[in-house]
């Protein structure tokens, strides 16, 4: 069966009644009252019990997903990737290393009424931090930030992403650093539509560095991200330094976004234990936390060239019919906002044209 009819396939389950309702109704729906806080010096947060949904990363993993759903029901934003070295996928595709595809030019230019969600790479290896500090890239951010501007949306940053990963090798005050001064060459471009997201790799940190070693600073940080990988699969209620990044988020006043979530321990079409298994804990987490953004990776994992990710299986939510099903019921929910002509207001954005 070619992926085109498939996709057809499952969108048909999708609009018929639910046949799977006892796994469906163990999602947990309550918030605990703790996280809902009055946010302090952020941007574009959604209302009281909406949740910004975006969907990523890769441009064939998006067009995928929209084919998926029947691109009736787009999220409200998109998520794409850059590096701090280079202007790439500004002006059309962009071929990473890991061999997927970049495009901030197409889901700017193609999606209206959407939100972008951008992720730059910038890691400690290779002295790329502490070339940043210096501004030997402020030529690639001065292009990004006056991209960026004439977008005219909402933009959520990511500076450094998983800045904490032992993966990324980033030193905490050669990071702080970093992103401070790129947050000041933004700023001094006369950017205002960009949020600035501080994210998490939420795991046992680089060299164990306190996460308040990594902190920028509340004028620096508008939001606070985490990654959710492995997490759903072993209680994630009790993961230490998951809780540890969303109480700092409660003690900072800033709102909370899962900026990365995949189980990717694969979404096997035969398989009926993978919605229990993984989602139910995740959603359940995100309403019990008060998340307000949660961005899904939708990639088939063996095909990426990205070092570290040994065994992480191919997690396509189209793949199985149950968790296909299960995840458009849940996220065509009111509580998601998606792509509409209203959804720039809901988040007290004012377009400029």
């Known amino acids: 069966m070619n992926l085109t009819v498939r996709q057809m396939f499952i969108v048909a389950i999708a609009a018929t009644s639910s046949i799977f309702t006892g796994a469906y109704a163990q999602i947990k729906t309550s918030v605990d009252s703790a996280y809902i806080y009055p946010y302090e010096k952020t941007k574009y947060v959604p209302p009281v019990d909406k949740t910004l949904l975006i969907v990523g990363q890769s441009l064939s993993k998006i067009n995928e997903y929209r084919a998926f759903t029947n691109d009736n029901n787009n999220p409200a934003g998109w998520s794409a990737y850059w590096a701090v070295t280079e202007f790439s996928g500004f002006k059309g595709p962009w071929t990473t290393s890991s061999g997927d595809t970049q495009d901030h030019h197409f889901l700017v230019k193609k999606f209206d009424n959407m939100v972008l969600h951008s992720a730059m790479w910038m890691v400690g290896k290779w002295e790329i931090a502490k070339k940043t500090s210096e501004g030997q890239y402020d030529n690639v951010i001065q292009k990004y930030a006056r991209w960026a501007k004439k977008t005219d949306r909402p933009v959520y940053l990511r500076l450094g992403y998983e800045f904490d990963g032992p993966h990324n090798e980033l030193e905490p005050r050669e990071y702080i650093k970093a992103f401070r001064h790129i947050v000041d060459v933004i700023r001094k471009e006369g950017v205002e539509n960009v949020a600035f997201v501080w994210h998490s790799y939420a795991s046992t940190p680089y060299k164990n560095y306190a996460l308040s070693e990594w902190y920028p600073g509340d004028d620096y940080v508008d939001w606070v991200a985490i990654s959710v990988f492995f997490q759903p699969y072993d209680d994630i209620f009790n993961h230490k330094e998951t809780n540890d990044v969303i109480n700092f988020a409660k003690e900072k006043k800033k709102p909370v976004m ?89 988040l007290g954005y004012r377009r400029k044209k």
């Open 258 to 346: 899962i900026a990365e979530a995949n189980p990717v321990n694969g979404i096997d079409k035969d398989d009926p234990k993978v919605w229990n298994g993984w989602f139910v804990d995740f959603f359940s987490f995100c309403y019990n936390k008060n998340i307000k953004a949660i961005a899904f990776i939708n990639e088939n994992w063996p095909r990426m060239n990205i070092s570290g990710i040994g065994g992480w299986k191919d997690a396509r939510l189209y793949n199985n019919a149950e968790v296909a099903e299960k995840w458009l019921i849940e996220t065509r929910k009111d509580r998601y906002l998606k792509q509409s002509p209203e959804l720039y207001q809901e």
